[in-house]
């Protein structure tokens, strides 16, 4: 899909700022709530993380139940645990009813541990969600290593609500549903400027000029300074992925068949799958700057190879990066800065499902149909946000010799 870009001024009830999943979901449950909300988009559809990642639609915040419940309490910390639970539904259901033709498995997700304290861990993760009803299944290192095709991993856990979709299919299928339900999408119309007039919001791109009644900012880790302190609040880093050649059926039957999506325990962790065009695609951390570097590259290809040896002489034709947005607590966060201004963004690499769940409930909260089960926080800058890169780089490291040293994160 191809959009115009905005031009002249107009008015208009709810406007979004950023064509990801965060704004495309809430376009889309205000469209078919009977409202016409506008998507300005910086560049393109899924230009941001959303067009870019690894295609992994898994459930669940990266905080366990116990986790959510202890932090949120037991009454906010259950309505938490419904909503992340039931996010890989609300993908796959919207993918169903909106007929995207996005490529969507539903062979669930795995995540193995990458050494024996860590799969102490996963196994009580995984009783967490079986004691909530979640049909999951405790997998044995050989169990895994007949799975996945790899004797890396000490076992893990497999979470049958999980998947995977083509990303850009999905994200285009998003605001072709939300354009035919009545929203308007424009792209290549970055927001300038975002300034309160009176009891409105004018919002301006360099061809045209909106007033808003509310607005939502969702931009993640491509957030500028419309909203001040939004940027400083969350670390964009990058993550990159590879994606191989076609591979040869009695490979594609060892490796990942099926279409099961795994990532590791590792904090530095490698996710993979196999595309239903059967090319292993595997992702793993970029730099904590703006560039890709080539080295990081090669690393990504040699940790896939030391996954996956039979991949050795496989050739790489695809390879590419985007940013998402990490926070300090590792959760989402929900921002409500003034009066008609929303923000919703920092899903910490787990965001497909989350940033489509949160689109319905931001859609629900902008038109004051109801409250968000989500807490609304003030926007809280990281103070040594100027310094992200050298400070990150020690945690890059920190963290690789935790990983080496097989601790559970
Ligand atoms: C490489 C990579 C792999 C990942 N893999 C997975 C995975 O396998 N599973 C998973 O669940 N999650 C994954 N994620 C995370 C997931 O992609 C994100 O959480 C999700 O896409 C966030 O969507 P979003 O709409 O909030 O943000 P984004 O998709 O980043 O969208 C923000 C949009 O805002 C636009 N924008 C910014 N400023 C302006 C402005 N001033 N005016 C207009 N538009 C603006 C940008 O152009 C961008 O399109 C991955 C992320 C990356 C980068």
């Known amino acids: 899909m191809t959009a115009d870009a905005l031009s002249g001024s107009d008015e208009a009830d709810l406007v979004i700022i950023g064509g990801g999943y965060t704004g495309l979901s809430t376009a889309l449950h205000l469209a078919e709530a009977g409202h016409r909300p506008i998507v300005l988009e910086a560049r393109h559809i899924g230009f941001g993380a959303t ?25 906010h ?56 009803g979640v049909a999951i299944e405790l997998l044995s290192r050989s169990e895994i290593a007949a799975r996945v095709g790899t004797t890396l991993y000490h076992g893990g856990w ?56 509310q607005v939502l900012v969702a931009t993640n880790g491509y957030s500028s300074d419309l909203v001040p302190g939004l940027k400083q609040s969350v670390l964009p880093v990058q993550s990159m992925l590879i994606a191989t050649e076609i591979l040869a059926p009695e490979v594609r039957d060892r490796i990942l068949p099926g279409g099961v999506v795994l990532s590791e325990t590792r904090k530095l962790a490698f996710y ?51 940013h998402l947005a990490l926070t300090m607590d590792g959760l989402p966060h929900l921002h409500a800065p003034a009066s008609g201004l929303f923000v919703a963004l920092g899903y910490n ?22 409250e968000p089960v989500y807490p609304v926080s003030s926007i809280r800058p990281i103070g040594w946000h100027r310094l992200r890169e050298p400070v990150m780089n020690i945690g890059v490291r920190w963290y690789w010799l935790k990983d080496r040293l097989g601790f559970a994160s």
């Not at 541990?113 to 969600?129: D, G, P």
């Open 77 to 132: 910390g259950r309505q938490l645990i419904d909503l992340a639970g039931g996010a890989a539904d609300l993908v796959f259901d919207l993918v169903d009813r909106h007929q995207i033709a996005c490529a969507p498995v539903r062979a669930g997700w795995i995540q193995a541990a990458h050494s024996k304290q860590a799969l102490i861990k996963v196994v009580n993760r995984a009783q967490q969600w079986q004691e909530r």
């Open 158 to 213: 497999r979470d049958p609500r999980a998947g995977a979709i083509n990303p850009l299919a999905y994200a285009r299928g998003l605001a072709r549903a939300a354009s035919a339900a009545g929203a308007t999408v424009f792209e290549n119309s970055p927001v300038t400027s975002l300034k309160r007039r009176a009891a409105a919001w004018e919002v301006s791109t360099p061809g045209g000029v909106l007033t808003a009644r």
């Open 51 to 75: 067009g870019r990642n690894g295609g992994q639609v898994i459930p669940g915040l990266k905080h366990d139940p116990e986790e959510l419940l202890a932090h949120f309490g037991p009454d």
């Open 349 to 370: 690499g787990r965001g497909i499902a989350m940033s489509t769940s949160f689109g319905a409930m931001v859609a629900k909260w902008m038109t004051g149909e109801t």
């Open 272 to 322: 993979m799958r196999q595309s239903v065009d059967g090319r292993i695609v595997f992702g793993g951390r970029g730099s904590v700057g703006a560039l890709e570097h080539a080295g990081l590259m090669s690393a990504l290809r040699a940790g896939m190879v030391r996954t996956f040896p039979d991949l050795a002489d496989t050739r790489i034709e695809n390879s590419w990066s985007g």
